[in-house]
């Protein structure tokens, strides 16, 4: 098996389901015995919690090209980062070290794509809704995305920064995730893009009358594949 490299840490909620789930897909494909070999730099998200000026974003780009090649040196022969809102800064850190990085974006517009989904919702973040990093990539797999609803931008950033990533999980939340993809349902969309690692906790990703392509389980299980070697 080769080696990943995981940059871990935007929450220590998001770098536990990545570690869990590519570890339950090699014990499932490889070996009941088998776990995955793995490098994770966890940092301390404290440090990049909700970046907002140029000069945030670049103090991000160092933070993480620093971890990435920490995690090249030690031996990580590919690299993923554990959230979807440090995707913006993907080309600069990817341009700072030699292993290559695999977008997550890109696998989740590769499975839209081969399941024929041609209308979806993106949910996520303030900077993963509204900005292009982000839904160019889908759309550049033939994924046509709703506009964003600036009230449903607001409230999904409360959710995830003040509940989610500190590990709370709310009745009322969950509720308003619910009135929402129901919401996105009759306005046309076919699909749901799950672009935030903590969503799972408050949406029931097998239990939705549409699709809901939950990105952090498309990026692990592609991360998991690798690392089989497939």
């Excluded at 839209?112 to 979806?120: F, L, P, R, T, Y």
Aim: charged share 25%; with cysteine; proline share 3%.
């Amino acid at each position: 098996m080769r080696k990943l490299g995981m940059i871990g840490g935007m929450s220590w909620v998001s770098t536990h389901r990545y570690y869990e789930r590519i570890n339950r897909q090699i014990q499932r494909e490889v070996d009941p015995k088998a776990s995955a070999p793995l490098l994770i730099e966890s940092l301390n998200f404290a440090e990049i919690y909700c970046l907002e000026s140029d000069e945030d974003w670049e103090r991000a780009v160092g933070v993480l090209s620093d971890a990435a090649n920490r995690l090249a040196d030690a031996g990580a022969q590919q690299l993923i980062i554990c959230a979807n809102s440090m995707h913006k800064v993907y080309r600069e850190v990817q341009a700072r070290v030699e292993v290559p990085m695999l977008h997550i974006a890109e696998c989740v517009g590769e499975r839209m794509k081969a399941d024929g989904i041609e209308q979806a919702a993106l949910i996520g973040s303030r900077n993963v809704m509204t900005e292009s990093f982000y839904r160019r990539r889908l759309i550049a797999h033939g994924v046509r995305l709703l506009p964003p609803e600036m009230s449903d931008v607001d409230d999904l950033n409360r959710i995830i920064y003040d509940e989610l990533m500190v590990g709370k999980a709310r009745k009322d939340s969950e509720r308003v995730l619910k009135s929402m993809l129901t919401r996105y349902e009759s306005n046309g969309a076919k699909g749901i893009v799950l672009a935030n690692t903590e969503l799972e906790l408050i949406v029931d990703v097998n239990a939705n009358v549409l699709p809901i392509y939950d990105c952090m389980r498309i990026h692990a299980d592609a991360a998991a594949k690798w690392i089989i070697g497939g």
